[in-house]
Protein backbone atom coordinates (compact mmCIF):
# COMPACT_ATOMS: atom_id res chain seq x y z
CA UNK A 1 0.00 0.00 0.00
CA UNK A 2 1.34 3.65 -0.96
CA UNK A 3 2.35 5.04 2.84
CA UNK A 4 1.23 8.34 1.88
CA UNK A 5 -2.41 7.85 0.56
CA UNK A 6 -4.75 6.44 3.23
CA UNK A 7 -7.76 7.09 1.43
CA UNK A 8 -10.38 3.61 0.45
CA UNK A 9 -12.73 3.69 -2.01
CA UNK A 10 -16.21 1.44 -1.58
CA UNK A 11 -18.36 -0.50 -4.15
CA UNK A 12 -22.25 -1.39 -3.22
CA UNK A 13 -23.04 -4.44 -5.42
CA UNK A 14 -27.50 -4.50 -5.11
CA UNK A 15 -27.36 -8.22 -6.24
CA UNK A 16 -30.60 -10.31 -6.73
CA UNK A 17 -30.11 -12.55 -3.83
CA UNK A 18 -27.84 -9.93 -1.30
CA UNK A 19 -26.18 -6.71 -1.03
CA UNK A 20 -22.89 -7.02 -0.66
CA UNK A 21 -19.30 -4.41 -0.42
CA UNK A 22 -16.47 -4.40 -0.31
CA UNK A 23 -13.15 -1.73 0.66
CA UNK A 24 -9.94 -1.69 -0.99
CA UNK A 25 -7.02 0.74 -0.33
CA UNK A 26 -5.65 3.19 -2.62
CA UNK A 27 -3.80 0.69 -4.55
CA UNK A 28 -7.16 -1.25 -5.44
CA UNK A 29 -6.35 -4.08 -2.72
CA UNK A 30 -9.03 -5.55 -0.84
CA UNK A 31 -9.41 -4.29 2.98
CA UNK A 32 -12.88 -5.80 4.13
CA UNK A 33 -15.78 -6.77 2.72
CA UNK A 34 -19.61 -7.51 4.09
CA UNK A 35 -22.74 -9.07 2.83
CA UNK A 36 -26.34 -9.01 3.59
CA UNK A 37 -28.32 -12.19 2.58
CA UNK A 38 -32.14 -11.03 1.52
CA UNK A 39 -33.67 -14.24 2.08
CA UNK A 40 -31.86 -15.43 5.48
CA UNK A 41 -30.95 -11.87 7.08
CA UNK A 42 -34.43 -10.29 6.11
CA UNK A 43 -37.05 -13.20 6.19
CA UNK A 44 -39.60 -10.39 7.04
CA UNK A 45 -39.91 -10.03 3.38
CA UNK A 46 -40.15 -13.91 1.94
CA UNK A 47 -38.20 -13.52 -0.43
CA UNK A 48 -36.87 -16.99 -2.60
CA UNK A 49 -33.62 -15.76 -3.87
CA UNK A 50 -34.28 -12.52 -3.57
CA UNK A 51 -37.43 -12.51 -5.78
CA UNK A 52 -41.37 -12.86 -5.15
CA UNK A 53 -42.43 -14.82 -8.24
CA UNK A 54 -46.32 -13.68 -8.91
CA UNK A 55 -49.11 -16.46 -8.91
CA UNK A 56 -49.34 -15.68 -12.94
CA UNK A 57 -45.63 -16.64 -13.45
CA UNK A 58 -44.11 -14.09 -15.38
CA UNK A 59 -44.78 -11.28 -12.61
CA UNK A 60 -41.36 -11.06 -10.94
CA UNK A 61 -40.67 -8.55 -8.44
CA UNK A 62 -38.66 -7.38 -5.35
CA UNK A 63 -39.88 -5.25 -1.99
CA UNK A 64 -37.86 -1.62 -1.98
CA UNK A 65 -37.43 -1.66 1.41
CA UNK A 66 -35.80 -4.49 1.52
CA UNK A 67 -33.23 -3.36 -0.10
CA UNK A 68 -33.36 0.07 2.28
CA UNK A 69 -33.02 -2.11 5.16
CA UNK A 70 -30.34 -4.17 3.68
CA UNK A 71 -28.28 -1.55 3.51
CA UNK A 72 -29.09 -0.62 6.95
CA UNK A 73 -28.07 -3.45 7.68
CA UNK A 74 -25.13 -4.05 5.74
CA UNK A 75 -23.53 -0.17 6.82
CA UNK A 76 -23.41 -2.06 10.79
CA UNK A 77 -21.46 -5.00 9.17
CA UNK A 78 -18.94 -3.28 7.50
CA UNK A 79 -18.41 -0.72 11.04
CA UNK A 80 -18.31 -4.07 12.43
CA UNK A 81 -15.85 -5.78 9.78
CA UNK A 82 -13.40 -2.93 10.01
CA UNK A 83 -14.10 -0.17 8.04
CA UNK A 84 -13.08 3.24 9.01
CA UNK A 85 -15.65 5.52 6.93
CA UNK A 86 -13.55 8.84 7.83
CA UNK A 87 -10.99 7.58 5.41
CA UNK A 88 -13.27 6.85 2.76
CA UNK A 89 -12.44 9.14 -0.85
CA UNK A 90 -15.38 8.03 -2.71
CA UNK A 91 -18.05 5.52 -3.05
CA UNK A 92 -20.15 4.04 -6.22
CA UNK A 93 -22.34 1.06 -7.08
CA UNK A 94 -23.75 -1.26 -9.18
CA UNK A 95 -27.04 -3.07 -9.27
CA UNK A 96 -29.06 -5.42 -11.32
CA UNK A 97 -30.09 -4.21 -13.97
CA UNK A 98 -33.93 -2.85 -15.57
CA UNK A 99 -35.13 -3.00 -12.16
CA UNK A 100 -37.41 0.24 -11.34
CA UNK A 101 -37.92 2.34 -8.45
CA UNK A 102 -41.19 4.22 -8.26
CA UNK A 103 -40.15 7.50 -5.44
CA UNK A 104 -43.54 8.73 -4.14
CA UNK A 105 -44.22 12.52 -4.65
CA UNK A 106 -43.12 14.80 -1.76
CA UNK A 107 -40.45 12.54 -1.29
CA UNK A 108 -37.61 14.33 -2.37
CA UNK A 109 -37.84 16.97 0.64
CA UNK A 110 -37.30 13.67 3.35
CA UNK A 111 -34.39 12.68 1.15
CA UNK A 112 -32.76 16.08 1.63
CA UNK A 113 -33.21 15.66 4.96
CA UNK A 114 -32.95 12.24 6.54
CA UNK A 115 -31.90 11.99 10.50
CA UNK A 116 -29.06 10.39 11.44
CA UNK A 117 -31.03 8.97 14.66
CA UNK A 118 -32.84 6.74 13.00
CA UNK A 119 -33.12 3.51 10.50
CA UNK A 120 -32.99 4.87 6.67
CA UNK A 121 -35.58 1.73 6.18
CA UNK A 122 -37.75 3.43 9.08
CA UNK A 123 -37.30 7.19 7.25
CA UNK A 124 -38.63 5.55 4.23
CA UNK A 125 -40.98 3.11 5.16
CA UNK A 126 -43.65 5.36 3.24
CA UNK A 127 -41.39 7.05 0.36
CA UNK A 128 -42.45 4.42 -2.43
CA UNK A 129 -45.47 4.70 -4.83
CA UNK A 130 -44.94 1.05 -5.70
CA UNK A 131 -43.59 -1.16 -2.87
CA UNK A 132 -42.47 -4.23 -4.62
CA UNK A 133 -40.40 -3.11 -7.83
CA UNK A 134 -40.48 -5.10 -11.00
CA UNK A 135 -36.72 -6.58 -11.24
CA UNK A 136 -34.92 -8.22 -14.51
CA UNK A 137 -36.96 -11.87 -13.55
CA UNK A 138 -39.94 -10.27 -14.82
CA UNK A 139 -41.26 -11.11 -18.39
CA UNK A 140 -45.43 -9.93 -17.66
CA UNK A 141 -44.58 -6.90 -20.58
CA UNK A 142 -45.16 -8.59 -23.72
CA UNK A 143 -48.25 -6.72 -24.94
CA UNK A 144 -45.76 -3.25 -23.92
CA UNK A 145 -43.06 -4.35 -25.75
CA UNK A 146 -45.11 -4.93 -28.63
CA UNK A 147 -46.34 -1.26 -28.14
CA UNK A 148 -42.88 0.23 -28.24
CA UNK A 149 -41.83 -1.84 -31.20
CA UNK A 150 -44.58 -0.55 -33.24
CA UNK A 151 -44.31 2.73 -32.04
CA UNK A 152 -40.51 3.68 -33.61
CA UNK A 153 -41.07 0.95 -36.74
CA UNK A 154 -40.06 -2.55 -35.36
CA UNK A 155 -37.98 -4.45 -33.64
CA UNK A 156 -35.17 -3.98 -35.64
CA UNK A 157 -35.75 -0.16 -35.97
CA UNK A 158 -35.93 -0.14 -31.54
CA UNK A 159 -32.38 -1.93 -31.46
CA UNK A 160 -30.90 0.85 -34.36
CA UNK A 161 -31.98 3.14 -31.85
CA UNK A 162 -31.38 1.65 -28.03
CA UNK A 163 -29.19 -0.90 -28.46
CA UNK A 164 -31.49 -3.47 -28.09
CA UNK A 165 -35.17 -4.92 -29.52
CA UNK A 166 -38.06 -4.85 -26.64
CA UNK A 167 -37.14 -7.48 -24.05
CA UNK A 168 -40.20 -7.55 -21.25
CA UNK A 169 -37.97 -6.53 -18.45
CA UNK A 170 -36.50 -3.09 -19.71
CA UNK A 171 -37.66 -0.71 -18.25
CA UNK A 172 -39.27 1.09 -20.99
CA UNK A 173 -41.96 -2.17 -21.13
CA UNK A 174 -41.86 -1.45 -17.22
CA UNK A 175 -42.93 1.96 -17.01
CA UNK A 176 -45.94 1.46 -19.35
CA UNK A 177 -46.97 -1.33 -17.66
CA UNK A 178 -47.17 0.37 -14.29
CA UNK A 179 -49.08 3.34 -16.19
CA UNK A 180 -51.50 1.01 -17.77
CA UNK A 181 -51.94 -0.87 -14.90
CA UNK A 182 -51.58 1.68 -12.10
CA UNK A 183 -52.60 4.68 -13.19
CA UNK A 184 -52.47 6.09 -9.35
CA UNK A 185 -49.38 5.01 -8.79
CA UNK A 186 -47.51 6.14 -12.13
CA UNK A 187 -49.66 9.20 -11.28
CA UNK A 188 -48.27 9.53 -7.43
CA UNK A 189 -44.60 9.17 -8.75
CA UNK A 190 -42.46 12.15 -9.02
CA UNK A 191 -38.98 10.21 -9.90
CA UNK A 192 -38.06 6.46 -11.36
CA UNK A 193 -34.81 5.14 -10.85
CA UNK A 194 -33.63 1.93 -11.82
CA UNK A 195 -32.25 0.04 -8.91
CA UNK A 196 -28.65 1.22 -9.24
CA UNK A 197 -29.59 5.17 -9.36
CA UNK A 198 -32.08 4.48 -6.71
CA UNK A 199 -29.03 3.03 -4.90
CA UNK A 200 -27.04 6.51 -5.44
CA UNK A 201 -29.69 8.66 -4.46
CA UNK A 202 -29.67 6.89 -0.88
CA UNK A 203 -26.10 8.04 -1.05
CA UNK A 204 -25.92 11.23 -2.03
CA UNK A 205 -29.79 12.13 -0.58
CA UNK A 206 -31.08 13.29 -3.64
CA UNK A 207 -32.68 12.06 -6.83
CA UNK A 208 -29.16 10.56 -8.69
CA UNK A 209 -29.06 10.42 -12.28
CA UNK A 210 -29.34 7.38 -14.65
CA UNK A 211 -25.61 6.67 -16.32
CA UNK A 212 -25.57 5.46 -19.38
CA UNK A 213 -24.48 2.29 -19.44
CA UNK A 214 -27.77 1.14 -17.33
CA UNK A 215 -29.97 3.42 -19.49
CA UNK A 216 -28.85 1.53 -21.97
CA UNK A 217 -30.82 -1.43 -20.38
CA UNK A 218 -34.21 0.52 -20.58
CA UNK A 219 -35.37 0.36 -24.57
CA UNK A 220 -35.61 4.17 -23.50
CA UNK A 221 -31.79 5.90 -24.85
CA UNK A 222 -30.69 6.70 -27.89
CA UNK A 223 -27.58 5.13 -27.98
CA UNK A 224 -25.76 7.16 -30.07
CA UNK A 225 -27.42 10.77 -28.71
CA UNK A 226 -26.99 9.81 -25.32
CA UNK A 227 -30.30 11.26 -24.71
CA UNK A 228 -33.69 9.57 -24.16
CA UNK A 229 -35.58 9.06 -27.15
CA UNK A 230 -38.43 11.23 -27.69
CA UNK A 231 -40.77 8.94 -29.60
CA UNK A 232 -40.43 6.16 -27.54
CA UNK A 233 -40.98 8.52 -24.19
CA UNK A 234 -44.04 9.59 -25.55
CA UNK A 235 -44.53 5.52 -26.31
CA UNK A 236 -44.28 4.64 -22.51
CA UNK A 237 -46.08 6.95 -20.81
CA UNK A 238 -47.45 11.26 -20.42
CA UNK A 239 -44.66 13.34 -18.97
CA UNK A 240 -42.07 10.64 -18.17
CA UNK A 241 -38.94 12.37 -18.92
CA UNK A 242 -39.81 14.62 -16.13
CA UNK A 243 -39.45 11.91 -13.56
CA UNK A 244 -36.59 10.02 -15.49
CA UNK A 245 -34.08 13.10 -14.54
CA UNK A 246 -30.94 13.29 -17.51
CA UNK A 247 -28.48 10.40 -17.87
CA UNK A 248 -25.11 10.85 -17.46
CA UNK A 249 -21.35 9.69 -17.70
CA UNK A 250 -21.17 6.54 -15.65
CA UNK A 251 -17.98 7.56 -14.09
CA UNK A 252 -19.76 10.91 -13.26
CA UNK A 253 -18.90 12.46 -9.61
CA UNK A 254 -22.36 12.94 -8.36
CA UNK A 255 -21.38 14.95 -5.51
CA UNK A 256 -20.44 14.47 -1.68
CA UNK A 257 -22.18 12.18 0.74
CA UNK A 258 -25.04 13.21 2.52
CA UNK A 259 -25.11 14.18 6.02
CA UNK A 260 -27.06 11.68 7.22
CA UNK A 261 -24.07 8.97 6.54
CA UNK A 262 -21.91 11.69 8.08
CA UNK A 263 -23.36 11.65 11.16
CA UNK A 264 -24.80 8.56 11.95
CA UNK A 265 -21.65 6.75 10.21
CA UNK A 266 -18.61 9.22 10.61
CA UNK A 267 -18.24 9.04 6.77
CA UNK A 268 -16.03 12.36 5.67
CA UNK A 269 -18.13 15.16 4.76
CA UNK A 270 -15.51 15.40 1.52
CA UNK A 271 -16.38 11.43 0.44
CA UNK A 272 -17.51 11.63 -3.09
CA UNK A 273 -20.42 9.30 -4.92
CA UNK A 274 -20.00 8.87 -7.87
CA UNK A 275 -22.67 7.34 -10.08
CA UNK A 276 -23.54 3.72 -9.57
CA UNK A 277 -24.09 1.69 -13.04
CA UNK A 278 -25.79 -1.66 -13.72
CA UNK A 279 -23.85 -5.04 -12.65
CA UNK A 280 -22.99 -6.11 -16.20
CA UNK A 281 -20.98 -3.15 -17.12
CA UNK A 282 -19.59 -2.59 -13.52
CA UNK A 283 -18.44 -6.25 -14.07
CA UNK A 284 -16.30 -5.44 -17.18
CA UNK A 285 -14.81 -2.78 -15.10
CA UNK A 286 -14.03 -5.06 -12.54
CA UNK A 287 -12.66 -7.86 -15.15
CA UNK A 288 -10.38 -4.97 -17.29
CA UNK A 289 -11.37 -6.97 -20.15
CA UNK A 290 -9.15 -5.91 -23.09
CA UNK A 291 -10.82 -6.07 -26.48
CA UNK A 292 -10.90 -9.57 -27.89
CA UNK A 293 -11.61 -10.92 -24.52
CA UNK A 294 -14.94 -12.10 -24.11
CA UNK A 295 -16.53 -12.62 -20.52
CA UNK A 296 -19.12 -15.26 -18.80
CA UNK A 297 -20.75 -14.54 -15.78
CA UNK A 298 -22.23 -17.39 -13.95
CA UNK A 299 -24.85 -16.05 -11.63
CA UNK A 300 -28.30 -15.42 -10.66
CA UNK A 301 -28.14 -14.56 -14.53
CA UNK A 302 -25.57 -15.99 -16.38
CA UNK A 303 -24.26 -13.19 -19.17
CA UNK A 304 -21.25 -12.97 -21.89
CA UNK A 305 -20.30 -9.66 -22.55
CA UNK A 306 -17.55 -8.12 -24.49
CA UNK A 307 -16.16 -5.07 -25.27
CA UNK A 308 -16.90 -3.12 -28.64
CA UNK A 309 -15.59 0.01 -30.00
CA UNK A 310 -18.63 0.34 -32.47
CA UNK A 311 -22.49 -0.54 -31.94
CA UNK A 312 -23.69 -2.92 -33.97
CA UNK A 313 -27.41 -3.78 -34.46
CA UNK A 314 -27.95 -7.21 -33.25
CA UNK A 315 -31.73 -8.87 -32.70
CA UNK A 316 -30.99 -11.44 -29.78
CA UNK A 317 -29.19 -9.48 -27.25
CA UNK A 318 -28.12 -5.79 -26.05
CA UNK A 319 -25.52 -3.30 -26.98
CA UNK A 320 -25.03 -0.82 -24.06
CA UNK A 321 -22.97 1.63 -23.80
CA UNK A 322 -19.58 1.40 -21.67
CA UNK A 323 -18.80 2.46 -18.11
CA UNK A 324 -16.12 3.56 -18.64
CA UNK A 325 -15.71 5.01 -22.08
CA UNK A 326 -18.66 6.90 -23.11
CA UNK A 327 -17.95 6.95 -26.75
CA UNK A 328 -17.27 3.26 -26.46
CA UNK A 329 -19.57 0.41 -25.88
CA UNK A 330 -20.40 -3.52 -24.75
CA UNK A 331 -22.44 -6.25 -26.24
CA UNK A 332 -23.85 -8.86 -23.71
CA UNK A 333 -26.32 -11.81 -23.77
CA UNK A 334 -28.43 -12.64 -20.81
CA UNK A 335 -29.65 -16.09 -19.90
CA UNK A 336 -32.20 -15.87 -17.19
CA UNK A 337 -31.26 -19.61 -16.27
CA UNK A 338 -27.87 -19.56 -14.69
CA UNK A 339 -27.22 -20.27 -10.57
CA UNK A 340 -30.83 -21.61 -9.71
CA UNK A 341 -31.05 -24.13 -12.54
CA UNK A 342 -27.60 -25.73 -11.51
CA UNK A 343 -28.81 -25.78 -8.26
CA UNK A 344 -32.13 -27.18 -8.86
CA UNK A 345 -30.23 -30.35 -10.84
CA UNK A 346 -27.60 -30.23 -7.98
CA UNK A 347 -30.82 -30.34 -5.54
CA UNK A 348 -32.33 -33.29 -7.74
CA UNK A 349 -29.32 -35.61 -8.46
CA UNK A 350 -26.96 -35.48 -5.70
CA UNK A 351 -28.78 -33.68 -3.16
CA UNK A 352 -27.22 -30.25 -2.80
CA UNK A 353 -23.48 -31.38 -2.93
CA UNK A 354 -21.11 -29.39 -5.29
CA UNK A 355 -18.54 -32.06 -4.36
CA UNK A 356 -20.57 -34.80 -5.61
CA UNK A 357 -21.73 -32.94 -8.60
CA UNK A 358 -18.26 -32.18 -9.70
CA UNK A 359 -17.51 -35.78 -9.12
CA UNK A 360 -20.52 -36.72 -11.63
CA UNK A 361 -19.65 -34.13 -14.10
CA UNK A 362 -15.64 -35.02 -14.02
CA UNK A 363 -16.79 -38.83 -14.64
CA UNK A 364 -18.24 -38.33 -18.02
CA UNK A 365 -16.58 -37.72 -20.88
CA UNK A 366 -16.56 -34.81 -23.39
CA UNK A 367 -19.81 -34.68 -25.40
CA UNK A 368 -21.72 -36.59 -23.28
CA UNK A 369 -22.04 -39.68 -25.36
CA UNK A 370 -24.24 -37.76 -27.88
CA UNK A 371 -26.49 -36.76 -24.89
CA UNK A 372 -27.82 -32.89 -24.70
CA UNK A 373 -30.13 -30.82 -22.84
CA UNK A 374 -31.13 -27.63 -21.99
CA UNK A 375 -32.72 -26.28 -18.95
CA UNK A 376 -35.23 -23.77 -18.25
CA UNK A 377 -36.96 -23.30 -15.09
CA UNK A 378 -38.05 -19.59 -16.02
CA UNK A 379 -39.54 -18.35 -19.30
CA UNK A 380 -35.76 -18.31 -20.84
CA UNK A 381 -34.49 -14.91 -22.84
CA UNK A 382 -32.58 -16.56 -25.52
CA UNK A 383 -33.69 -18.59 -26.65
CA UNK A 384 -37.68 -17.81 -25.59
CA UNK A 385 -38.14 -21.16 -24.30
CA UNK A 386 -39.44 -22.64 -20.80
CA UNK A 387 -38.80 -25.92 -19.51
CA UNK A 388 -36.43 -28.99 -19.57
CA UNK A 389 -35.80 -30.67 -23.06
CA UNK A 390 -33.25 -33.25 -23.56
CA UNK A 391 -31.72 -35.53 -26.77
CA UNK A 392 -29.91 -38.86 -27.30
CA UNK A 393 -26.99 -38.80 -29.85
CA UNK A 394 -29.90 -39.58 -32.24
CA UNK A 395 -31.67 -36.66 -31.61
CA UNK A 396 -34.34 -37.98 -29.72
CA UNK A 397 -36.21 -36.54 -27.50
CA UNK A 398 -36.36 -38.05 -23.91
CA UNK A 399 -38.44 -37.56 -20.87
CA UNK A 400 -34.84 -38.29 -19.04
CA UNK A 401 -31.81 -39.76 -18.92
CA UNK A 402 -31.25 -42.99 -17.26
CA UNK A 403 -28.13 -41.57 -15.23
CA UNK A 404 -27.49 -38.75 -13.05
CA UNK A 405 -24.39 -38.13 -14.36
CA UNK A 406 -25.84 -37.92 -17.80
CA UNK A 407 -27.98 -34.94 -16.72
CA UNK A 408 -24.87 -33.41 -14.53
CA UNK A 409 -23.02 -32.93 -17.65
CA UNK A 410 -25.60 -31.85 -20.22
CA UNK A 411 -27.15 -29.28 -18.28
CA UNK A 412 -23.63 -27.65 -18.28
CA UNK A 413 -22.79 -28.37 -21.76
CA UNK A 414 -25.91 -27.40 -22.37
CA UNK A 415 -25.26 -23.80 -20.91
CA UNK A 416 -22.17 -23.24 -22.57
CA UNK A 417 -23.22 -24.52 -25.74
CA UNK A 418 -26.39 -21.82 -26.09
CA UNK A 419 -23.70 -19.25 -24.95
CA UNK A 420 -20.87 -20.15 -28.23
CA UNK A 421 -23.90 -20.42 -30.08
CA UNK A 422 -25.33 -17.11 -29.43
CA UNK A 423 -21.79 -15.24 -29.41
CA UNK A 424 -21.13 -16.41 -32.85
CA UNK A 425 -24.40 -15.18 -34.15
CA UNK A 426 -23.45 -11.88 -32.12
CA UNK A 427 -20.36 -12.34 -34.60
CA UNK A 428 -17.87 -13.59 -32.14
CA UNK A 429 -15.26 -15.27 -33.88
CA UNK A 430 -12.96 -17.90 -31.29
CA UNK A 431 -9.59 -18.06 -32.47
CA UNK A 432 -6.37 -18.84 -30.99
CA UNK A 433 -5.70 -15.44 -29.13
CA UNK A 434 -9.33 -15.70 -27.66
CA UNK A 435 -9.63 -15.77 -23.88
CA UNK A 436 -12.39 -16.40 -21.48
CA UNK A 437 -12.89 -14.28 -17.94
CA UNK A 438 -15.18 -16.29 -16.22
CA UNK A 439 -16.39 -14.66 -12.84
CA UNK A 440 -19.61 -15.18 -10.62
CA UNK A 441 -20.17 -17.59 -7.86
CA UNK A 442 -19.76 -20.67 -10.33
CA UNK A 443 -16.49 -19.35 -11.64
CA UNK A 444 -15.17 -20.74 -8.17
CA UNK A 445 -16.15 -24.82 -9.42
CA UNK A 446 -13.05 -25.88 -11.54
CA UNK A 447 -15.35 -28.53 -13.21
CA UNK A 448 -17.41 -26.47 -14.33
CA UNK A 449 -14.57 -24.17 -15.82
CA UNK A 450 -13.26 -26.91 -17.48
CA UNK A 451 -16.37 -27.46 -19.76
CA UNK A 452 -16.57 -23.67 -20.36
CA UNK A 453 -13.01 -23.95 -21.99
CA UNK A 454 -14.13 -27.39 -23.71
CA UNK A 455 -16.85 -25.68 -25.23
CA UNK A 456 -15.43 -22.53 -25.93
CA UNK A 457 -12.02 -24.02 -26.83
CA UNK A 458 -10.46 -21.39 -25.48
CA UNK A 459 -8.48 -20.89 -22.08
CA UNK A 460 -10.11 -19.80 -19.54
CA UNK A 461 -9.08 -17.45 -16.25
CA UNK A 462 -10.12 -16.01 -13.62
CA UNK A 463 -9.79 -12.75 -11.54
CA UNK A 464 -8.39 -11.84 -7.88
CA UNK A 465 -11.83 -12.39 -6.45
CA UNK A 466 -15.65 -13.80 -8.07
CA UNK A 467 -17.55 -11.37 -7.93
CA UNK A 468 -16.13 -8.85 -10.85
CA UNK A 469 -19.28 -6.13 -10.22
CA UNK A 470 -18.33 -4.90 -6.98
CA UNK A 471 -14.87 -5.24 -7.10
CA UNK A 472 -15.96 -3.28 -11.09
CA UNK A 473 -18.29 -0.45 -8.62
CA UNK A 474 -15.16 0.01 -6.13
CA UNK A 475 -12.61 0.48 -9.56
CA UNK A 476 -15.44 3.41 -10.54
CA UNK A 477 -15.46 4.67 -7.21
CA UNK A 478 -11.76 5.23 -7.38
CA UNK A 479 -11.92 6.18 -11.31
CA UNK A 480 -14.65 9.03 -10.66
CA UNK A 481 -12.16 11.17 -8.98
CA UNK A 482 -9.20 10.29 -10.89
CA UNK A 483 -9.91 10.17 -14.49
CA UNK A 484 -8.87 14.00 -15.13
CA UNK A 485 -5.24 12.69 -14.62
CA UNK A 486 -5.28 9.01 -15.10
CA UNK A 487 -6.39 6.43 -17.47
CA UNK A 488 -8.25 3.43 -16.06
CA UNK A 489 -5.53 1.30 -17.61
CA UNK A 490 -2.91 3.73 -15.61
CA UNK A 491 -5.09 3.37 -12.72
CA UNK A 492 -5.28 -0.56 -12.62
CA UNK A 493 -1.82 -1.54 -14.00
CA UNK A 494 -0.66 -2.89 -10.44
CA UNK A 495 -3.13 -5.13 -10.22
CA UNK A 496 -2.64 -9.01 -10.27
CA UNK A 497 -2.75 -10.38 -14.15
CA UNK A 498 -5.51 -12.72 -14.79
CA UNK A 499 -5.22 -16.00 -13.37
CA UNK A 500 -5.23 -19.28 -16.38
CA UNK A 501 -7.57 -21.13 -14.60
CA UNK A 502 -7.73 -24.23 -17.35
CA UNK A 503 -7.09 -24.68 -21.13
CA UNK A 504 -9.27 -26.59 -23.74
CA UNK A 505 -8.51 -30.50 -23.99
CA UNK A 506 -7.34 -31.15 -27.59
CA UNK A 507 -10.47 -32.51 -28.76
CA UNK A 508 -12.81 -29.62 -27.75
CA UNK A 509 -13.80 -28.08 -30.96
CA UNK A 510 -13.95 -31.46 -33.15
CA UNK A 511 -16.44 -32.62 -30.12
CA UNK A 512 -18.50 -29.34 -29.62
CA UNK A 513 -18.37 -27.46 -33.01
CA UNK A 514 -20.60 -29.90 -34.44
CA UNK A 515 -22.72 -29.89 -31.23
CA UNK A 516 -23.36 -25.88 -31.23
CA UNK A 517 -24.85 -26.75 -34.54
CA UNK A 518 -27.41 -29.70 -33.06
CA UNK A 519 -28.04 -27.29 -30.05
CA UNK A 520 -29.40 -25.04 -32.48
CA UNK A 521 -31.20 -27.41 -34.30
CA UNK A 522 -32.61 -28.59 -30.56
CA UNK A 523 -33.82 -25.27 -30.07
CA UNK A 524 -35.13 -24.43 -33.56
CA UNK A 525 -37.19 -27.33 -33.26
CA UNK A 526 -38.38 -26.49 -29.46
CA UNK A 527 -39.40 -23.35 -30.78
CA UNK A 528 -41.70 -24.94 -33.33
CA UNK A 529 -43.03 -27.13 -31.15
CA UNK A 530 -44.06 -24.38 -29.18
O1 LIG B 1 -31.00 -8.88 -17.00
C1 LIG B 1 -29.80 -8.94 -16.86
C2 LIG B 1 -28.88 -8.31 -17.83
O2 LIG B 1 -29.57 -7.88 -18.99
C3 LIG B 1 -29.22 -9.61 -15.66
O3 LIG B 1 -27.84 -9.89 -15.84
C4 LIG B 1 -29.41 -8.76 -14.42
O4 LIG B 1 -28.64 -7.56 -14.56
C5 LIG B 1 -28.97 -9.57 -13.22
F1 LIG B 1 -29.11 -8.85 -12.09
Given at each position: MSKCDESTYLGFDFSTQQLKAVELNSDLQILNNAAVQFDTDLPEFRTMSGVTIHKDGRTVTAPVLMWVKALDLLLDRLKIAGVDFSRVASLSGTAQQHGSVYWQKGVHQKLQSLQPNRFLHDQLRDAFSLADSPI?????TTEQCQQLENAVGGPEKLAEITGSRAYERFTGSQIAKVYQTKKAVYNNTERISLISSFACSLFVGDYAPIDYADASGMNMMDLKTKEWSPQILQAVAPDVEAKLGTPVPS????????KFYVERFGFNPQCRVIAFTGDNPASLIGMRLKTGDIAVSLGTSDTLFLSLRQPKLILEGHILSSPIDKDGYMALLCFKNGSLTRERIRDSCVEGSWKLFNELLNST??????NMGVYYDIQEIIPSVKGDYRVNKANVQLSKFNSKEIEVRALIEGQFLGKRAYAEDLGVSLGENTRIFATGGASNNSAILQVLADVFNSPVYTLEASNSAMLGSAYQAKYGLVRSDTSFAEMTQNLPPPVLACEPSRDANEIYAPMVERYRALIKNITNQK
Open positions: WQDSSYTNIGPVSPRGNFG
